[in-house]
């Protein structure tokens, strides 16, 4: 059994809100400089750019996960990882068939771009992707999972796309992993702010927009094995033994 530290929630410069350093070789150095062992690439409604990160940390000991952070029609921050880019490119179709057809106003959200291994331009995604795309979540979980993939509904408290206070519940069929809570909520703090969150495992990452934001908050989990979806799917269980804290 060994400890990781674990980032699940990295944006990169596909994310117009992100900052220009969040460039694929400045993000891997600062997760190896933080001490984490694995982190995912949750762009908003995006995958593109995680190919980029996994090159960059190709040779280093730290883990790279493709994912994204999905806004559902319900507007709910998700957060989706997988184990491989075969998995993320499915589910960036899927995503892609319920988006609606709108084009990014750079003038007022920012530039999407997407790049290579070493930070530099590739393309920009002209498509807006810091809209709803029209999936509720019980369907989207379905659609994860039959991927393969981690469901984690982010930053749960949150007043705009955190599931708790957007639809003022926990729905009891949605079949979620974990959920996300931001830096400013401790996990027991959660399980007594909301009831319907007690039987619900919390883990905590950073949402990092900018380098410095990287690991500042984190979720250790407890693994036989490296990290990957179906390590850290076992830990946020229990099974053998294995478990997760957020330090």
């Not at 996994?54 to 921050?77: C, F, H, I, N, Y």
């Not at 989207?140 to 991927?147: G, N, P, Q, S």
């Not at 393969?148 to 949605?174: C, K, M, N, Q, S």
């Not at 959660?190 to 495992?201: C, D, F, K, T, V």
Request: hydrophobic share 45%; proline share 5%.
């Amino acid at each position: 059994m060994r400890e990781y530290h674990v980032d699940l929630h990295l944006h990169t410069v596909l994310s117009a809100c992100a900052e220009v350093e969040m460039i694929p070789p400045l993000i891997v150095d600062e997760a190896l400089y933080k001490g984490l062992h694995a982190i995912a690439i949750t762009d908003h409604n995006a995958t593109a750019n995680a190919a980029a990160v996994m090159e960059a940390a190709r040779g280093t000991e730290l883990v790279v996960l493709p994912g994204m952070e999905l806004l559902t029609k319900e507007e709910v921050d998700v957060v989706c990882v997988f184990d491989n880019l075969a998995q993320a490119a499915a589910w960036q179709a899927q995503v892609d068939a319920w988006s609606l057809p709108l084009e990014n106003d750079v003038a007022r959200f920012g530039a999407q771009y997407v790049v290579d291994a070493a930070g530099d331009f590739v393309s920009e995604d002209t498509r807006m992707r810091k809209a709803p795309v029209m999936v509720g979540l019980e369907e989207a979980a379905r659609a994860v999972h039959a991927l393969g993939g981690l469901f984690i509904p982010a930053h749960v408290e949150r007043d705009v796309y955190g599931l708790i206070h957007t639809l003022g519940f926990w729905p009891p069929d949605l079949e979620a992993d974990a959920a996300e809570v931001s830096h400013v909520l401790r996990p027991r703090q959660a399980h007594e702010q909301y009831p319907s969150l007690r039987n619900i495992p919390i883990i905590a990452s950073s949402d990092a927009h900018f380098l410095d934001w990287i690991g500042h908050v984190r979720t250790v989990f407890r693994l036989t094995a490296s990290p990957s979806v179906d390590a850290l799917r076992q830990a946020l269980q229990g099974d053998s033994g294995q478990g997760f804290y957020v330090p």
